[in-house]
């Protein structure tokens, strides 16, 4: 079958591509408990397909084999569920990533190729990732070797804001990596009327807080990186000292070298904001998404090209064929997982558009539209065939 054959195809799964992903979005589960997810996608690819055995117990990683099998084309859905609210459910889980629409175009286009009995180039390996959000799993699932024996490497994100039938993408740096720290700040409770009795913990909170402040202004101006206090709680009354205060925030940057340089300063500002004083500092500081995303050039080529399709010149406006791609340059301060996939492959992570009117990304409100399915799955059925491949 022609890779431009599939948008025929499309309309035959798409029925079924609906109903799992309104299945999914009204069960969700969140990071690395995605035990009824997997299920559900077993179920649906049937047992055409080459599963290879689970590297963290909920993936789930499909191979469809092709004419080489000495190297595959590896596809990425994440999973999980957000620890939040659905408006309409209340689960204390909800998609509100869109993962419910990543997992269901993922396993539609990989349902495409055993359907029609395709025989791909090259195997297609098709990789369900537990815990994208919080957990950062994929950085584990790559180490553990979900990507071994891989040439390329491709997701896709829905986006709202982007047109639907739109594609986005950008080589070099796509997404940050990001750290988070976590200060605990210890001192003596007392009267707010005798602070010699007491050991207030908010000066030196807010002296590290002011300090983060300069070093953001310093970095942000310099290299468009963030270091961001976000939250300091301590005290509850206008007199009483605290035994307590908190200080919370984020770190992003683009150059993966720059992660240690950046936790150096912060580790020395907090350092410095509890120095000649008896306040006890604990500091807890995660890098687990300290990887940026970075596209190769190449793979960006191939997800053009099967954006626009061999021969798809021309077609109507309602027509799946007919994918926009818009090239950004601005980078996303957001993380992503699959930067430790790219770090291992040379891939291409790209936005698919959700429309511009769509509720943002972690909002309560949000719910993968339905009409972006069939433009997602075009997509990945097209980089599943790969034959726009050197």
Known sequence: MSIDTFHSQIAGILTEAIALRHELHDHPEIALNEWETRKRIRSFLGDEFRYLEPLMETDLIAEWPGRDESECIALRADMDALPTDDESF???????????????????????????????????????????EVAGAGRELAALGAYRGARSAYALHGWPGLPLGSVALKEGAYFGASHHFRALFRGRGGHGAYPEKGLNPLPPAARALLMLQKLHDEVFESRGEVVNACALNGGSASNVIPDEARLLGTVRYLEPERGESLEESIRDIFADSVKDTSIELELDYEKTYDLPVMNNPSRCDIVRRAAKGRGDSGGQDNDIRRITVIEEETVERGSEDFAFALAKVPGCLFKLGLGEGMPPLHSTGFDFPDEALAPGILMMSRLALGEDEG
């Open 90 to 132: 209340q689960y204390g889980a909800m998609h509100a990533c869109g993962h419910d629409g990543h997992m269901a175009i993922l396993a539609a286009a990989a349902r495409l190729l055993a359907d029609n009995r395709i025989v791909p180039q090259r195997t297609v390996r098709f990789v369900f990732q537990p815990g994208e």
